[in-house]
């Protein structure tokens, strides 16, 4: 990249005493969206690609930027993301060390394999909750079908282990969706325009980095920043000694009009 010049990488990366720097971050409306999102003559890169390897989601340039002015003074730059594992690997962007997926059901290693020490972690609740996922979704998809609604809804696996509901439809049939629903109390929820995620327990970006930061003995002495933009990042990103958010995000806004 032309302006590593710019930065004296060793000597920052040379002084331990002066700390390491640790991005966690989320993906999806924090550091690129889909078309429809991106600001008005916004340059763009691709961000994602769908299933089929579509473009799907962009980098604006500034948003490129700020990945690159993290990655150029030697931070490790570390997902925090709702996307599954397979959703991940969709990403145009060559993350080089641990990652948080499926909302942190899952941590995957430096060389792409589950992390054991966090399955290890949560195996005692694995014994529970996946039936109640089950369960769960099989109670949303009948009030989708007798309500008629526009909304579908599935268990997010991954890695073998059941994540969390994913819910995606309009507004209006997500809140009668919730209403309806008996069971869905039991879980932590993530809601964000059309998107609802109904969380097991072991599906926390919060308990996630708060592991990852016990695991790498990150200290008060190390710059750690987090970064998203739904109100349920909000957790994660109080683990962290900074929080930066998108101006244009779900919690500007409710920052706002509070
Ligand atoms: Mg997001």
Redesign the pocket.
């Known amino acids: 990249m032309g302006n590593n010049k710019r930065y004296s990488v060793p000597d920052i990366l040379n002084q331990r005493s002066r700390g390491h720097i640790f991005i966690f971050t989320?993906?999806?409306?924090?550091l690129i969206q889909t078309q429809h999102k991106v600001p008005a003559n916004a340059r763009t890169e691709l961000g994602a690609t769908d299933r089929l390897g579509q473009p799907l989601s962009y980098f604006t340039q500034s948003q490129k930027l700020m990945l690159d002015m993290f990655a150029n003074i030697g931070a490790q730059i570390i997902p925090v993301t709702g996307r599954n594992t397979e959703a991940l690997n969709r990403v145009e962007y060559d993350f080089q060390g641990l990652r948080v997926v499926s909302h942190g059901a899952v941590i995957l290693t430096r060389d792409n394999r589950i992390c054991q020490d966090w399955l290890s972690e949560i195996a005692p609740l694995l014994q529970d909750w996946p039936d109640l996922l089950t369960r769960c979704n099989a109670e949303v998809n009948d009030i989708i079908k007798t309500q008629k609604l526009d909304a579908r809804s599935r268990v997010i696996i991954d890695q073998d282990i059941p994540a969390y509901i994913s819910i995606k439809g309009e507004t209006a049939d997500l809140a009668q969706i919730r209403q309806l629903n008996t069971l869905d109390s039991q879980f932590a929820c993530h809601e964000?325009g059309r998107n609802i995620a109904l969380l097991a327990p072991y599906a926390s970006k919060k308990k996630a980095v708060e592991f990852i930061k016990k695991q790498l003995e990150l200290s008060v002495n190390d710059l750690v920043i987090g970064i998203?933009?739904?109100l349920s990042?909000l957790a994660f990103m109080s683990s962290c000694q900074f929080s930066m958010l998108p101006s244009n995000s779900q919690i500007a806004r409710e920052l706002i009009h509070a």
């Open positions: 989320d993906l999806d409306d924090t964000n998203g933009d739904s990042d």
